[in-house]
């Protein structure tokens, strides 16, 4: 098994006011640590290409979050203020 990737499933929840943190290991990939290091994180690297998925899918996923709280709550920031 030396020198294979290793698979592992897992199944985190990141709520808000969890520490976040994302380091640039070289230019081919970046490590994302979730939690308090050393021994209450969870860390996952993603390769370049990986991350940008990532960023893409987490934007378009924000953008229609917004649009459904923007729904349920109609007011405008403009009526708010």
């Known amino acids: 098994m030396l020198g294979e990737s290793l698979i592992v499933n ?3 929840i990141i709520k808000e006011g969890c ?3 994302i380091s640039v290991q070289s ?3 970046a490590e ?3 939690g308090w290091p050393p ?3 969870f860390d ?3 390769h370049r290409e990986a991350l940008r998925a990532l960023v ?3 934007t378009d996923a924000l ?3 917004d649009a459904a709280l923007n729904a349920d709550n109609p007011t405008s920031s403009a009526a708010a203020c």
Do not use: D, K, N, T
């Open 44 to 46: 996952f690297v993603l």
């Open 63 to 65: 953008e229609r979050m």
């Open 27 to 29: 230019p081919e990939q």
């Open 10 to 12: 897992a199944y985190v």
């Open 56 to 58: 893409e899918l987490g």
């Open 32 to 34: 994302i640590v979730c």
């Open 39 to 41: 021994h209450r994180s």
């Open 19 to 21: 520490p976040l943190a």
